[in-house]
Each structure stands twice: as structure tokens, then as C-alpha cells.
């Protein structure tokens, strides 16, 4: 590229920075003096108002047209409000494994049985607090394969909006902003089920938990944030931590717990290194007119509960990389193409544990017995390693249809537990459930009629060391009301 050329960029470059900034202090302008314009010289209390056509931009309300399924209520008026939507999404289908939930499939929220699944029905409460703070609420109803009703609080978090030096802050209860899918709510996938890599290593329900966010958008002249998030590191929302069952998704309630270790010695809190924290950087570059890059790298660092004592800890690492092309001349969103991977490398601290629980010297039923002395046995602390990674291709080639092909690896590396021949109840162990090598293929095609519907068609190749291949095949159908945003493509 010559001189002049350069120059020339940059000073594009320049003007489109300069522009961005004119219309965000415009768009801020306008917020005041609207605010100013609608505020009554007496408060009234909060109210019910009449649904709203624009609530996804903030904009008044406006009751001039009738309402319809996919506008929001907006509760409260001026600075302070609150829009509600809900998303329901289900699925049908089989599978030849005969351990569906937390075997083949280990998301807490993908098809969890041959039949109907209830994914999950999702209220969602979004708005401002006041003008300095906005809130988001998501509570999911889910019903498990048992049929027992349940309640899940995904997210409930405050979050500045006018902190200086480009900094925001967020507090509650938080999706960890680790990766790309594990912020992502389920009725946002572009597949039915959870990658392997995400279930297995940040939880059957994502890594969530209580906690704060602070976030740095860097003064770049391309997209640059850096985050760090510090949360509690206990109860399902930290699996990979210090979790009481610590099962990584994939395991029935009677298998033996990751690493043949019960969790038995969770300190609790003593000092600030036993909290869960979370860095990551993501940056955002526009290649082009019509093609888009974002690259991000993520770490987990906290305690976990494995042994009988000891200070054991978890490291997680995730890399993640999306790329997405949209013409100029797109209509609707298509034809469009994404690609988008994740791979994760977990270190986790077993620390030691003796299977002789009660004490008695004496082989119980349902305790793990070494082969070479004939007694309860007993693991020496150690450290083992497992990686995996995602990656999915989307292809929407017609306006709302979109064709996905997703594929999933994970594995472990042989732990000094896992060559000693234990045996249970007189018959062998073998490797870790929750360690074994695994590979999952999954095309699949949805049709939105809408932006607030899908259905969605889905095909499993499971092959599983030791088990064997499994074929799965899912229908999911989907709708959205209110104040959630439509579809993305």
C-alpha cells in the first residue's frame, strides 16, 4: 500500500470515529431533552402503561396502532421502566442412547427424553432503573425429565450506563462473560443443544453465579474490551469449583463423581483468593464492508472442593473466534454466513481421598476397592488435564431459512487414579465417565416464519469411548413475545 493510499484510510478511518461520536452525543442529547420534555411536574406512582410498537430503542410509547403479540408492556414511563417478553421453546424427538440426559445430551437445557422436552419458558424483565442504571432480569421455567416443575433465576444484574473512562460496571447475579456461548441464552443457539466442551467444563447450566463485572472498552479505533468478573465459586453455577456434586453435565446422579473423589472438603470463604475470577479480552475488527471478525480469550480461576482436604484448584482457558458475512444488499438478514469455535483447556487439582469413609477397614458396598491390597482406595492428590472445542458453521441462503453444521470434541488425559484397576461392587471401572474422549456431529436446518419464531431440525452423531455411537434426532419449535429481541441472523 503506498503513502497516500495509508494516508487516505486513515483519514477515513478518522472521519467515521468522529461521525460515531457525533451521533452517540446526539443520541444522548436527545435522551435528556426527552426526558425533560415527559417528566410531570408531580411523580405519579408507576403504572401499568398501554403496550408499546418500539420498545427495543427506548423510544416513547406509542398507542396510536393496536397492539400485537410480538410488542412489549412497558411498566413505569420516562427514566425508569421495565419491558417484559417471553420466550417458550420445546423440543420432540428420540435417541437410541438409553442415558439422554446427562449422557448424551449435557445441558441442563437441551432435550433431556424421547419425547416432549420442556427447554424452557423464559420471562424477561429489562429497563432503566433511574438514568444512571439499567437492569435485566431473566427467570426460566423448566420441568426435567422426571416431569418435576422447576424454577431457575439465570440472571438478575444492575449495570451502569454513565461511568467515566469508558468503564461499565455490572453487579448480581451474572452469566460469566467467558467465551461466546456461555453468555448466550438457549432461544439464542443456533442449535438445539449446548456444545460438549461448554457443558462439560463451565456446567450443565453455563458458569453463573452472584458477582460483579467490571468492563474496559479501550480508546482503539477497533472494537477492544477487557473484562474481569469475580464471583462465588460454590453450587451448581460453578461446577468446575467448589460444587458439592460436581458432575461436568455428563453424568447420571449413581455414577461416580469426576475424578472418583466425593467433594468433601469445601472450605467455605476464608480470604479473596477463594473467589471465582474471570478475565477476558475481546476485540472486533470489520474486514470489510460485508464481513466481520471477533476474537476473544477467556480465563476461570478459583478453588474447588475435590479430596478430603487440601487447598485444590481449577484453571479453565477459552480461546474463541467468530466470523460472519452479509452482503451490502442483504434483505431481512440473508443471505449470510457464520463461523464460530471455542476451545477450552481445564487444569484441575484433585486433591487426596480415602474411599474408606466410615472407617471400618472393611470393603462396603459402593465404595471403590484397589485390586492390589483388596481394601477401600485410597487416591494420592494429583492433576489432570481435558481440552475440547467447538465449531459451527451457519448458512442462511434464502431469507429465514438457515442450514448449521456444528462439531464436538472433548477429552482428558489419563490420570494415575484411572490406571490402578479400581473396582465397584467387584466389577471394573475403567476411565472417568466424566474424562472419557468424545466426538459429536450435528447438522441441522431451521425455518423462521418470522423473527419471533423458529423451527429448527436436528441431527446427533454421538460416539462416546467405551459406549459406543448413539443417533439422536430433534424438532424444536420456538416463539417469542414481548420485549425480548427478535431473532439475529
Not at 440472571?155 to 454513565?162: F, G, H, K, Q, R
Not at 474496559?216 to 460444587?243: M, N
Not at 464460530?340 to 474411599?355: C, H, N, V
Not at 466424566?434 to 454421538?462: G, V
Amino acid at each position: 500500500m503506498s503513502v497516500a493510499s495509508a494516508q487516505d484510510t486513515n483519514e477515513v478511518e478518522q472521519l467515521k470515529r468522529e461521525l460515531r461520536e457525533m451521533r452517540e452525543q446526539m443520541q444522548r442529547m436527545e435522551q435528556k431533552l426527552q426526558t425533560l420534555e415527559q417528566k410531570p411536574a408531580v411523580e405519579a406512582p408507576p403504572a401499568i402503561q398501554a403496550p408499546s410498537v418500539v420498545a427495543q430503542d427506548d423510544k416513547p410509547l406509542d398507542v396510536s396502532k393496536p397492539w400485537s403479540p410480538t410488542d412489549p408492556i412497558r411498566i413505569g414511563k420516562s427514566s425508569a421502566y421495565a419491558d417484559i417478553g417471553l420466550v417458550g421453546t420445546f423440543a420432540v424427538g428420540g435417541s437410541t442412547a438409553d442415558d439422554i440426559q446427562g449422557g448424551t445430551q449435557l445441558g441442563g437445557h437441551d432435550p433431556n427424553q424421547n419425547g416432549f422436552t420442556v427447554q424452557g419458558v423464559e420471562l424477561n424483565l429489562r429497563g432503566a432503573v433511574d438514568p444512571y442504571f439499567r437492569a435485566n432480569a431473566n427467570i426460566l421455567f423448566g420441568v426435567d425429565s422426571g416431569g418435576e416443575s422447576y424454577l431457575e433465576l439465570e440472571e438478575a444484574w444492575m449495570e451502569t450506563v454513565s461511568l467515566p473512562w469508558n468503564l461499565q460496571l455490572r453487579a448480581g447475579e451474572i452469566l460469566t462473560d467467558f467465551g461466546r456461548i456461555n453468555t448466550q441464552h438457549p432461544h439464542s443457539w443456533g442449535f438445539v443443544d449446548s456444545p460438549l466442551a461448554a457443558a462439560r467444563y463451565l456446567g450443565a447450566d453455563g458458569l453463573r453465579n452472584p458477582g460483579a463485572r467490571l468492563g474496559w472498552l479501550a480508546p482503539l479505533p477497533f472494537f477492544t474490551e477487557f473484562s474481569l468478573g469475580v464471583q462465588d465459586s460454590q453450587g451448581e453455577g460453578a461446577s468446575s469449583f467448589r460444587s458439592s456434586g460436581h458432575d461436568h453435565g455428563d453424568s447420571a446422579d449413581d455414577d461416580l463423581p469426576f475424578g472418583f473423589r466425593h467433594s468433601d472438603n469445601d472450605r467455605g470463604v476464608q480470604h479473596v483468593g477463594d473467589m471465582l475470577f474471570t478475565p477476558r479480552l475481546a476485540v472486533s475488527f470489520e474486514l470489510t464492508d460485508s464481513q466481520t471478525l471477533v476474537l476473544g480469550g477467556s480465563g476461570a480461576f478459583g478453588p474447588n472442593s475435590s479430596g478430603n482436604s487440601g487447598d485444590t484448584r481449577t484453571q479453565i482457558y477459552g480461546l474463541d473466534a467468530y466470523w460472519k458475512w452479509k452482503p451490502a444488499n442483504a434483505h431481512g438478514g440473508f443471505p449470510f454466513v457464520s463461523v464460530q469455535g471455542e476451545i477450552m483447556y481445564q487444569r484441575y487439582e484433585l486433591g487426596a481421598f480415602d474411599w474408606d469413609e466410615n472407617g471400618d477397614g472393611v470393603s462396603d458396598s459402593g465404595e471403590l476397592v484397589d485390586p492390589a491390597t483388596g481394601l477401600p482406595a485410597v487416591l494420592a492428590a494429583e492433576t489432570v488435564n481435558d481440552w475440547g472445542f467447538y465449531a459451527q458453521m451457519l448458512y442462511g441462503f434464502r431469507k429465514g431459512w438457515v442450514v448449521g453444521l456444528r462439531g464436538d470434541y472433548v477429552t482428558g488425559s489419563l490420570g494415575d487414579y484411572e490406571e490402578m484397576g479400581l473396582t465397584l461392587n467387584g466389577e471394573p471401572v475403567g476411565r472417568d465417565l466424566l474424562r472419557r474422549e468424545r466426538f459429536r456431529l450435528s447438522p441441522n436446518l431451521t425455518w423462521y416464519p418470522s423473527e419471533f419464531s423458529k423451527i429448527r431440525l436436528q441431527y446427533n452423531y454421538d460416539d462416546r469411548a467405551d459406549i459406543g455411537v448413539d443417533h439422536s434426532v430433534w424438532l424444536q419449535f420456538e416463539f417469542l413475545l414481548g420485549a425480548h429481541a427478535a431473532h439475529k441472523f
